[in-house]
């Protein structure tokens, strides 16, 4: 599996905007689909948005028009710039790496709350 870290996550009002990092380890991220996922406490974790490796986007809708995942293979590193947030995009964030020799891999996970 691919060590990811993720970084970025924080306190901020309604509104207002944060940008996630996931740093990966390994040879597999320049051929491997990134994504996002959160979870809130108590409930299921979801899927969020995903880059592949040609850079195809995808997004759940409640984020669509908000979200904007990116990658940068020459740094191993994908990104979920988060604007115009709501207190209902409060949870834990997490990245993840898909890859057809590897069984999917997790970030430790980023708090994202946004409250006034």
């Known amino acids: 599996q691919a060590q990811l870290v993720e970084s970025g996550g924080g306190l901020v009002q309604p509104g207002g905007s944060l940008r996630l990092s996931c740093a990966a380890s390994?040879?597999?991220?320049?051929?491997?689909?990134m994504g996002w996922h959160r979870q809130v406490r108590g409930k299921q974790r979801e899927w969020v948005a995903s880059?592949?490796?040609?850079?195809?986007?995808l997004y759940i809708d409640s984020v669509k028009g908000r979200f904007t995942i990116s990658r940068d293979n020459a740094n191993n590193t994908v990104y979920l710039q988060m604007n115009s947030l709501k207190p209902e995009d409060t949870a834990v964030y997490y990245c993840?790496?898909?890859?057809?020799?590897?069984?999917?891999?997790w970030g430790q996970g980023t708090q994202v709350t946004v409250s006034s």
């Open positions: 880059v592949t490796s040609r850079g195809r986007t």
């Open positions: 390994g040879s597999t991220f320049s051929s491997a689909t």
């Open positions: 993840s790496l898909d890859h057809p020799t590897l069984s999917r891999s």
